[in-house]
T-cell receptor, first 115, second 112 residues
């Protein structure tokens, strides 16, 4: 298994501000993923973060709203920009590890509330 | 569109009962199926299933995959209150990015 440290654990933010979430993996991984889980919903992939190249965003998510950095093989950040109450969610990072890199482990999650 | 559907959406059982959670999928490029338990924020990995008909087992939990009928089940025997959680299944796509498509989740409540 892998240890993925994510912070902050939770935050309450004013609308219009931005929050950067950090994710640190205890081993080098090629891909890291960022998910959003809105209240009562399942996980939705925001983007795939590749080291050394631009992140790949899923339909409905754009770089201006969710800029991602991936400076090295163990670290990534997701910024939620110009927040509104609709951005209140749990944000999760994950990395594939294990045989064939198909066992995805998750960080502890960030519970974001926008007021 | 790739889709993963879980049933039931929620379930209430008594301690000691056995439960079966279902996960069906329609995806274009299947690689494997994962089960997770989510109690607070972070999903905890339970099983990875790649081949049909091979049961994975861990204590009171077991799971099996049917790639012909495109579904998987997660069984929990002798349930305990600590099993109360949301159970998520996710399909790993064979896109080279190990992209996961998550199901809707089943919320299980085990009452004493």
């Amino acid at each position: 298994s892998a240890v993925i440290s994510q912070k902050p654990s939770r935050d309450i933010c004013q609308r219009g501000t931005s929050l950067t979430i950090q994710c640190q993996v205890d081993s080098q991984v090629t891909m890291m993923f960022w998910y959003r889980q809105q209240p009562g919903q399942s996980l939705t992939l925001i983007a795939t973060a590749n080291q050394g190249s631009e992140a790949t965003y899923e339909s409905g998510f754009v770089i201006d709203k969710f800029p991602i950095s991936r400076p090295n093989l163990t670290f990534s950040t997701l910024t939620v920009s110009n927040m509104s109450p609709e951005d209140s969610s749990i944000y999760l990072c994950s990395a594939p590890v294990g045989t064939g890199n198909t066992e995805a482990f998750f960080g502890q999650g960030t519970r974001l509330t926008v007021v | 569109e790739d889709k993963v559907v879980q049933s039931p959406l929620s379930l209430v059982v008594h301690e000691g009962d056995t439960v079966t959670l279902n996960c069906s999928y329609e995806v274009t490029n299947f690689r494997s199926l994962l089960w997770y338990k989510q109690e607070k924020k972070a999903p905890t990995f339970l099983f990875m299933l790649t081949s049909s008909g091979i049961e994975k087992k861990s204590g009171r939990l077991s799971s099996i995959l049917d790639k012909k009928e495109l579904f998987s089940i997660l069984n929990i025997t002798a349930t305990q209150t600590g099993d109360s959680a949301i159970y998520l299944c996710a399909v790993v796509m064979n896109t080279g990015f190990q992209k996961l498509v998550f199901g809707t989740g089943t919320r299980l409540l085990v009452s004493p």
